[in-house]
């Protein structure tokens, strides 16, 4: 069974960057498209960014569109979520999680980095 760990979560002033990892053991991470999903305390659950298993295809929630960005490098069996401009809303715990495609069911579920942005 896919198992994805997320790393490189923590404290952050408004306006820095962090880059966050999703990786993968015991499967090859180029069979599936990996979201990047986020819960704020007392929020629900949302999607922030997916991409495609090839890399082509990647989608944005409007509200990170232009500061965050998603890629992978399948040789290093990773992805990543580069985050820019950070705002105390972006204060969640963010998930990796992968499926057969962005949008459709996701199976595999990492248990997540916190990420708090506070000056």
């Known amino acids: 069974q896919l198992q994805l760990v997320e790393s490189g979560g923590g404290l952050v002033q408004p306006g820095g960057s962090l880059r966050l990892s999703c990786t993968a053991s015991g499967f090859f991470l180029n069979y599936y498209a990996i979201g990047w999903f986020r819960q704020a305390p007392g929020k629900e659950r949302e999607g922030v960014s997916c991409?495609?298993?090839?890399?082509?295809?990647?989608n944005y929630a409007d509200s990170v569109k232009g500061r965050f960005t998603i890629s992978r490098n399948n040789a290093k069996n990773a992805v990543y979520l580069q985050m820019n401009s950070l705002k105390p809303e972006d204060t969640a715990v963010y998930y990796c999680a992968g499926s057969d495609e962005c949008g459709s069911e996701y199976r595999y579920w990492g248990q997540g980095t916190q990420v708090t942005v506070s000056s």
């Open positions: 991409i495609s298993n090839n890399g082509g295809r990647k």
